[in-house]
């Protein structure tokens, strides 16, 4: 089993700057991938970024040059640095881990949501 909980949101300008934390606990197997999903009201959710144990990263194409994913292996902590902000990312963003991939369903874990919103 695996317990995430993610921090660091809140409300910003646009152009403005987050970094968002996810801390993990439970089996470390599990948490081989880690990513950044996000869902805004009405939306789908729909995955932001992913990092493998080794810091393989993978970004969807909207968030590319803007936001960075790393993690902290000794800590078992992702995170989510979010430049240039703009009223668009305003959504949950949920952490998520899976012992093989976070791009393809099902996800096994997830974190339980924090909110980003960014006013214009």
């Known amino acids: 089993q695996v317990h995430l909980v993610e921090s660091g949101g809140g409300l910003v300008q646009a152009g403005g700057s987050l970094r968002l934390s996810c801390v993990a606990s439970g089996s470390i197997f599990s948490t081989n991938v880690m990513g950044w999903f996000r869902q805004a009201p009405g939306k789908q959710r729909e995955l932001v970024a992913h990092?493998?144990?080794?810091?393989?990263?993978n970004y969807a194409d909207f968030v590319k040059g803007r936001f960075t994913i790393s993690r902290d292996n000794a800590k078992n902590t992702v995170y989510l640095q979010m430049n240039s902000l703009q009223p668009e990312d305003t959504a949950v963003y949920y952490c998520a881990a899976d012992p093989v991939g976070v791009s393809v369903p099902p996800v096994n874990y997830w974190g339980q949501g924090t909110q980003v919103t960014v006013s214009s």
């Open positions: 990092i493998t144990r080794a810091g393989r990263t």
